[in-house]
């Protein structure tokens, strides 16, 4: 890759770059008049599984917004299916589990993953868009506790109740199923990487919920093991959670090239902490609804809170909200490419 194609890579490996590269978390979605139109002819999961359909969600925003990466359009769950869950995805609500796991039966029941044959459609649809795509591509993953959180709640919890009795009242068993979803995401990481995606994000969207101490008991060994598969592999890794302010030290000794960070974490702060460490973030998304001046505004805090320090990644804190206007998301974009004009 060279010239502007490579400016993602350069800021995940922490090299200097004439502005910092920008893409959005969900940049492909329901904000989108023609995402939406997309959706009236197929369900998220027959999206997922049509190759040809999945590239076309993804190279919207590219098209649209002049992103400097694409980000693979799929679910932090569908890898599930391949290890035997049965799950569904319910507009509104999110991934529904119909069986959760709840005792060591549950554990037992899930399958190892082989990617080749859980979800060639992914491995396909990333195939097909190396050879269209003019920015690099973003593989991704849930990490094993958001992953657990959801097998072990039955879908998207508020409280957690469930997963941290589990964790706490059978720590034996935990280990195992952290386990094996490291070694299943390990899989579905490295495969996606073969097929030709260029960068990797591991999602660990819920982990915030956890203590400091609970993090490094239950979850930071299982994400250490899981970064160290995927070193050999070569690519930058981001590593990303939400209210993991209190985590970010712990979460960074565990992993990943790329430490994401949430809205709430000061970046000022968070660079000093992390010393050489590439960050990604951290404007809020709810400031997309704001007036022009206002997002300039906050754009213009966060450029000058990283100071021009090498690797920065411009991103939301989190995922674009629905209902975001595409003019906004647009406008982000040519304000951050203004740092190299």
């Known amino acids: 890759m060279g010239g502007v194609r490579d400016l993602i890579l350069k800021a995940a490996r922490g090299e200097p770059t004439p502005r910092p590269p920008v893409w959005f978390m969900r940049q492909a979605g329901r904000y989108q008049k023609e995402y939406q139109e997309i959706r009236r002819r197929y369900t998220l999961p027959e999206i997922v599984q049509n190759p040809e359909v999945c590239a076309e969600v993804t190279l919207l925003p590219v098209r649209q917004l002049g992103v400097d990466a694409a980000i693979l359009f799929a679910d932090i769950t569908t890898p599930l299916y391949g290890m035997g869950v049965d799950l569904s995805l319910v507009e509104g609500r999110g991934p529904v589990i119909h069986r959760p796991i709840r005792d060591e039966k ?15 459609f992914v491995l396909e649809a990333i195939r097909l868009l190396k050879r269209e795509l003019p920015v690099p591509l973003i593989g991704f993953a849930g990490a094993p506790f958001t992953l657990a959180s959801y097998l072990i709640e039955g879908g998207p919890s508020r409280h957690f109740k469930e997963v941290k009795a589990f964790m706490y009242r059978e720590e034996a068993l935990w280990h195992r199923l952290m386990g094996q979803l490291a070694e299943a ?12 995606a260029d960068l990797l994000q591991v999602f660990d969207s819920w982990v915030g919920a956890l203590s400091p101490a609970d993090y490094r008991r239950y979850v930071k060994p299982h994400m250490a093991r899981l970064f160290q598969e995927l070193r050999p592999l070569g690519v930058p890794v981001v590593h990303f959670g939400v209210g993991t302010m209190g985590l970010l030290e712990d979460m960074k000794e565990a992993g990943g090239d790329v430490m994401g960070l949430d809205p709430h974490t000061p970046l000022p702060w968070a660079r000093d902490l992390l010393g050489r460490t590439p960050v990604q973030g951290n404007l809020d998304p709810a400031v997309l609804f704001a007036p022009q001046e206002v997002i300039r505004r906050e754009v213009a805090r966060i450029l000058e809170e990283n100071a021009g320090r090498p690797g920065h990644i411009f991103n939301l804190g989190h995922g674009i909200l629905p209902g975001t206007p595409v003019a906004s998301v647009r406008y982000v974009v040519e304000l951050v490419k203004e740092v190299a004009a």
Do not use: N
């Open 185 to 196: 995401m390990a899989r579905y990481l490295r495969a996606q990487v073969e097929a030709g």
């Open 106 to 120: 549950g554990v037992e029941a899930l399958r190892p993953l082989v990617p080749e044959e859980a979800v060639p």
